[in-house]
């Protein structure tokens, strides 16, 4: 689902009532969960981030490399 927010308030005013509202999860999803007048339920499912496991792994490594000054003033990037 491209856009998952214009998709929530086009179905919303359809009648579906809304279970939570649209979230971002870390790993750059975006997804929302509504319920029909029947009961079903419904998510929606924006995968805007990563595609790949190697993508997600790159994207993680940049949002937790830390730069690390060690005594005698040289540097470096370290992960955890």
């Known amino acids: ?5 214009a998709a929530y308030e ?3 005013v359809e009648g579906l009532a809304n279970v939570n509202p649209p979230i ?13 007048p029947d009961g079903n ?6 995968f805007n981030g990563p595609k790949t ?8 490594s940049r949002e937790t490399e830390r ?3 060690y005594p005698g003033g040289s540097e470096a990037t370290v992960m955890p």
């Open 1 to 5: 689902m491209p856009d998952v927010d």
């Open 10 to 12: 086009a179905l919303r």
């Open 24 to 36: 971002t999860l870390p790993n750059g999803i975006r997804l929302v969960f509504l319920r029909d």
């Open 41 to 46: 339920l419904f998510e929606l499912i924006d």
């Open 53 to 60: 496991l190697a993508e997600l792994v790159l994207m993680r």
């Open 67 to 69: 730069s690390v000054t």
